[in-house]
C-alpha cells in the first residue's frame, strides 16, 4: 500500500538526498523543495502529509515559509530540521503550528521514528474528523446517525477496527446499515484515498460471481471475449466490501479463503497468482454460525471472516435513536426536494418511535422521504406518516392495527412483510426486492422454503 507523500526542504543538496533516500526506503513518496518559494509552490500543487522544513535557509526562512505553508495547505504536519537547536526557535515554531523538530546532525533511525509518531498522530486527528463529520450526520447519505448507547458501541468498535487490515464480519437483519458501517470502516482508515468495492453476492448468479471476484482471462468460458480484471484486483491497496457474504456457493467459498489465507488471486483460465492488498469487509443477514453447523457454509472461511465481528441490532431494539435518524432524514430529504420542512410534530415522533420497524433504517427512511415529498407544510404529522401497519389494518377491515403479541415470531413478521410487499408491488419481485433492500434470490429462496415447510402462499408473485 502507498505510504502518505512528505516534502523535504532544505537548501543542503546533500541533506535532501539523504532524507529523500531514507524516507523512500521506508516506504513513503517524498518530494523535494530547495527553498521557501519552491516548498510553498510544491505543497500548493501536491497534497503532502508532512514536510520536513529546514530552519536556516536563505531568502524566505523555515519559519515564514511554515506560516505559508500552513495557509496554502491547512491540513499539513510540520518538522522543523535546525542546527540551531535553542528552546527559543523550538518553542516559536511550534507556537506557529510545527509539531515537532530534528536537531541536526541526525541519522536515519532518528528520522523514521520522529516522521512514524507525527504522521500517526495525523492519521489519528483525521479519524477524529471523519467520526465527529459521521455522528454529527455531516456526510449526507453515508452517514451512521443515532447517538444511543448502540451507536456509540458500534462507532467505537468502528473506530478500533478502521486502522488494522484484519478482517470484519458485520451482522445484522436488513436494512440496519451495514453497508454504512463498512464504509466507515474504509473511510476512517489509512487506505480511505484508495478504491471501496463492493460487490453483492446474493445479487450475482453464482455461476458469474468467480469471475466478478477474481477475474477471467479471454476464452476462459463461453462469452469471455476479452481479459477481464475482477473486484480483488480493483480493490487492490483499498477496501472490498462482500455484500450478503452467506449467499455465496461452494465454489466461491473455496477461493475466497485461498485469497485470504495467500493474499493472491488467480483469474479465471489462468495459471499465475496475482498478489493483492485488499482489507476485506463482509456483510450478511444470515446466522452463519448456523449455516457452518448445517454444512452450508465452510467453517474455516467463517473463523477467517469473523476476526473482527460487528453487530447492528435491530432498530426496535434502539428506539432512542429514532428521533435523531428521523430529524436527519427530514433534513436530508427537505434539501434534496427543495421542500420547506421545517421538523416533525412531537405526536409523529411519538408514533414512529412506538412502530415495529421490521424494515428497520431502511424502512424509516422510506416512511419519511415519503412524509417529506407527500406534505404540504411546514410540519409533518401523524396524518403525513404511512406505516404498513396501517395498510394491514385498512386490508383488516377494522380500522386497528394488528396486534404484535408476543406469540409472533420474527419469522412470521418476515412473511408477512415479503408478502405485503409483493402484493403491494403487484407480485413483482423485483420491484418487491427493491422495496425490502433484499436480493429477488432472497425473495425467491424464501417463498421456496415456505412453500415447502407447508405456509400459505398466494401464487401472486411472478419473477421479473
Not at 40 to 50: C, K, N, S, V
Request: proline fraction near 4%; include cysteine.
Amino acid at each position: 500500500m502507498t505510504r502518505e507523500s512528505i516534502l523535504v526542504v532544505d537548501d543542503e543538496k546533500i541533506l535532501r538526498d539523504f532524507l529523500r533516500e531514507t524516507l523512500t526506503r521506508a516506504g513513503y513518496v517524498v518530494g523535494t523543495a530547495e527553498d521557501g518559494e519552491a516548498a510553498i509552490a510544491a505543497a500548493t500543487e501536491d497534497p503532502y502529509a508532512l514536510a520536513l522544513l529546514d530552519v536556516k535557509m536563505p531568502g524566505r526562512d523555515g519559519i515564514e515559509t511554515l506560516e505559508a505553508l500552513r495557509a496554502a495547505r491547512p491540513g499539513i504536519a510540520v518538522v522543523m530540521m535546525t542546527a540551531y537547536g535553542t528552546v527559543e526557535s523550538a518553542v516559536r515554531a511550534m507556537r506557529l503550528g510545527a509539531v515537532d523538530y530534528l536537531q541536526k546532525p541526525f541519522g536515519a533511525e532518528k528520522v523514521e521514528e520522529v516522521v512514524e509518531r507525527v504522521l500517526e498522530v495525523a492519521r489519528l486527528r483525521e479519524e477524529n474528523r471523519r467520526l465527529a463529520a459521521r455522528l454529527t450526520g455531516r456526510e449526507g447519505r453515508g452517514a451512521l446517525v443515532g447517538g444511543g448507547p448502540a451507536m456509540e458501541r458500534i462507532l467505537a468498535a468502528v473506530r478500533a477496527a478502521a486502522g488494522s487490515r484484519s478482517t470484519v464480519l458485520v451482522t445484522g437483519e436488513s436494512g440496519t446499515g451495514k453497508e454504512l458501517v463498512a464504509r466507515a470502516l474504509h473511510e476512517m482508515s489509512p487506505r480511505a484515498a484508495r478504491p471501496f468495492i463492493k460487490v453483492n453476492c446474493a445479487a450475482i448468479p453464482e455461476g458469474l460471481l468467480e469471475s466478478e471476484l477474481f477475474g477471467h482471462e479471454r476464452g476462459a468460458f463461453t462469452g469471455a471475449v476479452r481479459t477481464r480484471a475482477g473486484h480483488f484486483e480493483a480493490a487492490d491497496g483499498g477496501t472490498l466490501l462482500l455484500d450478503e457474504v452467506g449467499e455465496a456457493g461452494p465454489a466461491v467459498q473455496s477461493k475466497l479463503l485461498r485469497v485470504i489465507q495467500e493474499r493472491e488471486v488467480t483469474r479465471v483460465g489462468d495459471a499465475k497468482s496475482i498478489k493483492v492488498d485488499v482489507r476485506l469487509v463482509a456483510t450478511t443477514n444470515r446466522d452463519l454460525q448456523e449455516a457452518v453447523r448445517s454444512g452450508r457454509f465452510r467453517g474455516d472461511l467463517y473463523y477467517r471472516l469473523n476476526v473482527i465481528p460487528i453487530h447492528l441490532p435491530p432498530l426496535r431494539e434502539r428506539r432512542e435513536e429514532i428521533p435523531a435518524l428521523v430529524e436527519h432524514f427530514v433534513r436530508r430529504f427537505a434539501a434534496e426536494g427543495g421542500r420547506s420542512v421545517r421538523g416533525t410534530t412531537p405526536e409523529a415522533v411519538e408514533r414512529l418511535t412506538s412502530h415495529s420497524w421490521p424494515g428497520n433504517i431502511r424502512e424509516l427512511e422510506n416512511v419519511i422521504e415519503r412524509a417529506v415529498v407527500m406534505g404540504a407544510g411546514p410540519w409533518i404529522g401523524t396524518e403525513h406518516i404511512a406505516l404498513d401497519d396501517d395498510v394491514a389494518a385498512r386490508r383488516s377491515g377494522d380500522g386497528r392495527a394488528p396486534a404484535m403479541g408476543a406469540k409472533r415470531t420474527l419469522e412470521e413478521m418476515e412473511r408477512e412483510l415479503i408478502l405485503a410487499t409483493l402484493r403491494d408491488a403487484g407480485g413483482n419481485r423485483t420491484r418487491a426486492a427493491e422495496r425490502l433492500g433484499v436480493s429477488v434470490r432472497t425473495i425467491r429462496n424464501k417463498l421456496s422454503r415456505w412453500r415447502a415447510e407447508g405456509a400459505l402462499i398466494e401464487e401472486t408473485c411472478r419473477a421479473e
